[in-house]
C-alpha cells in the first residue's frame, strides 16, 4: 500500500461509483452499503480520492454539504492492490499489496458546490448549478491499531467559479494598508488603476499580490499547500498547462481568496469574510499552477473540465511572471489516473 501519495479519480457520473465496489487487497466492499445521498440515483460529477495510511491532509470544499461518514473493518487475508470497480471497467486506485491484517476504511461524502451558488438562486439557474457540483467521495484505509482516521485534520480548497477577472489571493489589511498610502483613502477601481499605473507592479514587488487574471469562465478548485511536496496528496498533472510565479512576504501565511470583480470597488472586499487557503513553508516565491483535467465518462474518454490550482511557496531565485491569461479551453484536458 502506498503511503506516499493520494490517487485521485474523476468520473462523470456519480451512479457509477455509488453502485459500484472497493476491491481492498482482494476484499470486496460493496458501496452500496454507503449513503451517497439521493447521488446514487442522480447523476453528478465525482472526485474520488484515496489515501493509504493517515495522510489525509485535503478534504472537501469549504462550505460543502456533508452527506455522509462511515467507517468498516476490511479484514485482509490474500493481499493484493486497491481498485474501483464501476461495473462497466476497473480504476486502480494502487497497485501495491495491502498487507494481510484487519484495517479501519472510511468513507466520507460531501457534496462541493461554487460559493457563488450557496444560497438561494432562481429557477432557471438551478440546471448551471448542478453542472457545477461535484460529488467529494474519499477513501481512507488504515491498520486498525493506528490512531483514529477522525483524528486528521483536513484543510479545505476553495472552489468557485471564476471569469476574465479571475481571483486575487492577498492579506486584504496589508495589501489596503499600500493601496491607500499611494493612491489615497476612498472607493477606488483597482483594476482600472492596475492599468493605468503602477500599483499592480508595486503590489507584486511588494510581495503583496497574487493576481490570476484572463480565465475562462469556469468553476476551478484552488488548494494552497504548505510545502512544495503536498502536491502529492491534491489533485493535479505531472505537468500542469499553465504557471505563474509570484513573491507573497513571509509573513502571510493565510491569505484570502478573492474573486476578481471586488477590484472594481475596492476596498469593499475588505467587509466581506472570504475564505482563507494556508500558504506556510519557507520562501517568498509562490508558485501558481492550473492542471486541466477531465471527468472520464467510460466507453468515451475524457468528459467535462475540472480546473484545479495549487499555491505553494518554494525558495527559489525571485520571478514575478503573473499568470494573465489562463485559457482552459485552449489546452487539451487530461485524465489525472
Known amino acids: 500500500m502506498n503511503l506516499k501519495k493520494a490517487q485521485y479519480v474523476t468520473v462523470n457520473d456519480s451512479r457509477l461509483i455509488a453502485n459500484g465496489s472497493l476491491n ?3 476484499e470486496l466492499v460493496p458501496l452500496s452499503n454507503f449513503d451517497f ?3 446514487g440515483d442522480v447523476q453528478r460529477k465525482v472526485l474520488v480520492s484515496w489515501c493509504g495510511g493517515a495522510k489525509v491532509n485535503y478534504g472537501s470544499a469549504v462550505s460543502s454539504s ?3 461518514r462511515r467507517e468498516v473493518v476490511v479484514d485482509v487475508v490474500g493481499g493484493g492492490g486497491v481498485s474501483l470497480d464501476i461495473g462497466v471497467e476497473k480504476l486502480i486506485l494502487d497497485s501495491s499489496p495491502v498487507s494481510v491484517g484487519k484495517y479501519r476504511l472510511c468513507i466520507e461524502v460531501n457534496l462541493d458546490v461554487p460559493l457563488k451558488t450557496i444560497g438561494e438562486v432562481p429557477e432557471h439557474v438551478k440546471p448551471l448549478v448542478q453542472y457545477s457540483e461535484v460529488l467529494n467521495v474519499v477513501f481512507s ?3 486498525c491499531a493506528s490512531p483514529l482516521l477522525n483524528e486528521v485534520s483536513r484543510k479545505r480548497p476553495v472552489y468557485d467559479g471564476y471569469g476574465q477577472l479571475g481571483f486575487f489571493i492577498a492579506d486584504l489589511q496589508k495589501m489596503n494598508d499600500y493601496v491607500v498610502s499611494r493612491l489615497g483613502p476612498g472607493k477606488i477601481n483597482l483594476k482600472n488603476a492596475f492599468c493605468e499605473t503602477e500599483i499592480a507592479n508595486e503590489l507584486f514587488e511588494e510581495g503583496l499580490l497574487i493576481l490570476v487574471w484572463g480565465m475562462t469562465p469556469w468553476q476551478y478548485y484552488i488548494y494552497g499547500l504548505d510545502e512544495v511536496a503536498d502536491a502529492k496528496y491534491v489533485p493535479g498533472l505531472i505537468r500542469p498547462q499553465f504557471e505563474g510565479k509570484y513573491r507573497l512576504r513571509s509573513d502571510i501565511t493565510e491569505p484570502s481568496v478573492v474573486p476578481g470583480e471586488f477590484l472594481l470597488n475596492w476596498p469593499e472586499c475588505m467587509l466581506v469574510d472570504f475564505p482563507k487557503i494556508s500558504l506556510g513553508g519557507s520562501g517568498e516565491t509562490v508558485s501558481v499552477e492550473v492542471s486541466v483535467m477531465g471527468f ?3 466507453g468515451i474518454g ?3 473540465r475540472l480546473a484545479v490550482i495549487t499555491a505553494s511557496r518554494q525558495e527559489s531565485e525571485m520571478v514575478i511572471d503573473p499568470l494573465l491569461r489562463v ?3 485552449s489546452v487539451e484536458p487530461e485524465l489525472g489516473f
Open 66 to 68: 456533508f452527506i455522509s
Open 327 to 329: 485559457d482552459i479551453e
Open 24 to 26: 481492498v487487497g482482494g
Open 302 to 304: 475524457v468528459g467535462p
Open 141 to 143: 484505509l488504515d491498520f
Open 296 to 298: 472520464y465518462i467510460p
Open 37 to 39: 445521498g439521493i447521488y
